[in-house]
Structures are given as C-alpha cells and as structure tokens.
C-alpha cells in the first residue's frame, strides 16, 4: 500500500483569512483533519466532506490527548495511506510542539511537510497596529514563553537588557512574576505593555497599560489566556496606546 503523508499545518491565530495558500490545499487534501483546541473551527469548512475529524486539544490544565498518543496515531494514519493534515493554532514550530512531531514521525519513516502559518506574536500585534520592530525604537523583537515544561524562568535580567520588543506566548498564569523579573532587570516601570487575548477574533479584547500596571489593567479588563502580552516602546503605536498610556502618565 502506499503509504500516507503528515502536514503540520499552521491555522494562525484565528482569523481564517490569515491561513496560507498552502494551509488551504492541505487542509482539503487530508483525510483526517487533527484540530488543535486553539484552531478556529471555521477551517472544518475547508476539509472535504468525508474527511475524518479527530479534536485532539491540550490546553493547560484540561483533559487533552496525551502527545504521544497523537504522535503514534499521525504514524498508524500514514501507514494506512492516508493524508492527514495536523491543524495547530498560529505556526506550527513556534511553541507548537511541531518539532517534537516532526522527528517522531521522521523516526517512524513518515513524509512529513511543514505549513508555516502567521504566529501570534505576529498576527495579533498587527492586529493592534504594533509595528513589532520598528526602526529605531527598538532592535528585534523576542518571541518568549512565560510557561515552562519545567518550571525554569527564561532570563528576565537578560531580556529586559536586550533593547528588543518583547512577545509573551502563555504568560497570563505567570504574569506577576515576569513583571517582577523584567522590572528588576532593569526595565522601567512606565514601559508601555499591551494584552491581547483572542486576537484577530471577533471577541479579541485588548488593554494598554504600563509594564509595572499590567497586572491591574488585565484584571480590570478581564484579559486571560489565550492572550499575548507586548512589552516595549512600540506598544505606543496600538490602537488607543496612546491614550491609555497618557490616561496612566
Ligand atoms: N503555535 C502558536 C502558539 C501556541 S502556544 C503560535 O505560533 O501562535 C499558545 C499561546 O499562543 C497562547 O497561550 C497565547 O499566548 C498565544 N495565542 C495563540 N493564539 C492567540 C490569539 N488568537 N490571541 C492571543 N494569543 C494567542
């Protein structure tokens, strides 16, 4: 028989108009459509009508489909010929556990083809107008996961040194101690920082505040997860970021 093959697809933060060309024709391709719990679930609507959909989520805290189980079942689809197309929210190697997949599968004699797709840190800052590396504000911008498999902090000193834009993936659980940790690296508490929780979404809700006053302004807002936090200069550039940031000045 012959044998199958894994996408792992990138679906983008939400609004399927950010799904790539390429995610589109995988998508319709597959045989079986994995779904992620962040993906919208809009894109069913690209799958073909026999297509096999299986929800495999893995939010913090909730009942999900072990990983290794996923991985084993993307390995048993393929042997059987079939195409399966493994649908993760935003892109699939940023904080998606695609790398994992990826080898596993390879390790299982598995073609496997990456989809890129538009990550969070990306497509919901934009959907803010936040020119994430805008020139002479600041120079690059940090993708960070304020979540650790391990519990390990990532270097806060190091990072509010570094004079990038900082992204925020899984950081609402946390977010008192990366405050803590960026404000003593050295980072000024008047810093603009942004939340933005189901970006790109009709119920994307957002809030601009100080870095030192975040903490209030999304509890006040009602800002939880899933949400990217923005910490730098260029937060002033959001939509109302001014405002806000003058109203707390
Ligand atoms: N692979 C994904 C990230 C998965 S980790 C990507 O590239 O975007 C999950 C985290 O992504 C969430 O905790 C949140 O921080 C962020 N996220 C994903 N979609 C989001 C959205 N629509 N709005 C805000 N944050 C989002």
């Known amino acids: 028989m ?3 093959k894994v996408y792992l697809v990138g679906a983008g933060p939400g609004d399927v108009e950010l799904l790539t060309l390429k995610a589109v024709r995988a998508i319709g391709e597959a045989d079986v459509v994995l779904l992620d719990d962040l993906v919208n679930r809009e894109v069913l609507r690209l799958a073909r009508p026999q297509a096999k959909v299986v929800e495999v989520g893995k939010r913090g805290g909730c009942r999900s489909t072990p990983q290794a189980f996923i991985e084993k079942l993307m390995v048993r689809l393929a042997r059987t010929g079939k195409t399966v197309a ?5 892109d699939p190697f940023v904080f998606g556990r695609g790398g994992e997949e990826m080898v596993a599968l390879r390790a299982g ?5 990456i989809v890129s797709g538009v990550t969070a840190g990306m497509g919901v800052t934009a959907a803010m107008d936040i020119p994430v590396t805008h020139r002479e504000i600041c ?6 996961t304020g ?4 519990g390990h902090q990532p270097d806060w000193r190091a ?4 004079g990038t834009t900082l992204v925020i993936y899984m950081g609402v659980a946390n977010l008192d101690a990366i405050v803590g940790g960026l404000l003593e690296g050295g980072l000024p508490a008047a810093t ?3 939340a933005i929780q189901n970006g790109t979404l009709p119920s994307q809700k957002s809030v601009v505040a100080t870095l030192s006053g975040l903490s209030v302004a999304m509890a006040n807002a009602g800002i939880g997860s899933p949400a990217v936090i923005v910490i730098g ?3 002033r550039f959001a939509q109302s970021g001014q405002m806000a940031l003058a109203a707390v000045a």
């Open 139 to 144: 120079n690059g911008v940090s993708f960070i």
């Open 86 to 90: 493994r649908v993760k929210g935003g």
């Open 147 to 150: 979540h650790t498999r391990d």
């Open 192 to 194: 603009p920082a942004a």
């Open 2 to 4: 012959k044998q199958g």
């Open 109 to 113: 004699g598995i073609e496997v083809e």
């Open 233 to 235: 200069e260029v937060v």
């Open 159 to 162: 990072l509010a040194a570094g």
